[in-house]
């Protein structure tokens, strides 16, 4: 996707893992606990938990500065 990326854990634990540039960056959500992905950062999620985890995220659009 084009832009940054906002993370929000709503239920269950969250792991997500990001890489920028040389930069590794893991972070373990729970509830309400946000995280900040920056616009061309690889990342991955997985379930920390054993029941469901539901997440919402946001996603700025691409711009041309």
């Known amino acids: 996707h084009g832009g940054d990326e906002v993370l929000m854990a709503l239920e269950g634990r969250l792991w997500v893992r990001a ?33 469901t985890a539901r997440a919402i995220c946001g996603i700025a659009p691409s711009y041309l500065p």
């Open 19 to 51: 890489w920028h540039g040389d930069d590794v960056s893991v972070f373990e959500l729970e509830p309400e606990d946000v995280c900040y992905l920056p616009a061309g950062s690889r990342h991955e999620y997985r379930n920390a938990g054993g029941g």
